[in-house]
């Protein structure tokens, strides 16, 4: 089954330089449950003197009205982090580690091989407490400061994180730098590792090849695709790197593939209108759906 994962109310908000109220998070939310998206990533449950934007994590999980059918998750990084979202009910947690070194110290200051021993408990406290479990292989094709990552790595730590315990994967192109053939080369090999429904697909749109990854990513088989009303977001230790893929993009390209996809565009606009008075002013300028590219990164 095809699903779509909002991830605009964590990943597009981790990154706005303004703190956005929890009051007008909890209307986005609640106005993204009646779009038709099938899981919305809500927050993070991270320390909140790293991602300060949302550190007000419980009060917008405990205050949402909660769509039956729709999925709510959040990052979480640690037991710390854990303890926190199992007294949120979180319905699924995400880990998140990445296929370089340099990125992973940067972004949860440990080494890939120092998360997964933090992860263990984990993904034994969220199966226990009845949640599914998401694993997030950020860097999946370029580092920002390595960069170009080979797939042998991106499948290792793959790998690493079904030992885990993970129910899904979500590879992650963190700096949008990602082109069609480098999507198709490292799909070639996973694929043969992991079943195609227990792999989502994470992509940036810095360069505006989004759209295209996810429709090669169809092409292989995938039908989780992660994406970013308006595409917002970023990530606050990925310099340069810019918002998701638009959401709205998405759902208008897997349709010309004639896919059923339930999801109004009207309703998202309607969330995405909620964040006008908030946002950023280059980000206020984009057109309706549009991504913000970064027209200077040199990655
Ligand atoms: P650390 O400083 O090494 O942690 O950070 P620590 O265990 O030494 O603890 C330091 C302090 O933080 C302590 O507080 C802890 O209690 C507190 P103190 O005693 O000093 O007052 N702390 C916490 N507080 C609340 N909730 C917690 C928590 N953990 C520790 N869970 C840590 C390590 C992992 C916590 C930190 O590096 C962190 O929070 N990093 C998160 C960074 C982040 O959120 N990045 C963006 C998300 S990832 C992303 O965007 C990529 C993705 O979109 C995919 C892609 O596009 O690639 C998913
Ligand atoms: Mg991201």
Known sequence: MLKIVEVGPRD???????????????????????????????????????????????????????????????????????????????????????????FNQKNINTSIAGAIQRFLPVAKGAHDAGMTLRGYVSTAFWCPFEGRIAPAAVIEVVERLIDVGVDEVSISDTIGKASPDEVGMLLDGLLSRISTDRVAVHFHDTYGRGVENVLTSWSYGIRIFDASVGGLGGCPYAPGATGNVATEAVVKALKSKEETVGVDLEQLANARRLLDPFLSEERRALPRGGSLACATCEF
Request: glycine residues 4%; hydrophobic residues 45%; without cysteine.
């Open 12 to 102: 597009g908000l981790q990154n706005e330089p303004a703190v956005i109220p929890p009051a007008v998070k909890i209307d986005f939310v609640n106005a993204l449950s009646l779009s038709g998206v099938n899981e919305i990533e809500v927050s993070a449950f991270v320390s909140p003197r790293w991602v300060p934007q949302l550190a007000d994590a419980e009060e917008v999980f405990r205050k949402i009205a909660r769509r039956e059918g729709v999925v709510y998750s959040a990052l979480v990084p640690n037991e710390k982090g854990l303890a926190r979202a199992v007294s949120a009910k979180v319905d699924k947690v995400s880990l998140f580690t990445a296929a370089s070194e340099s």
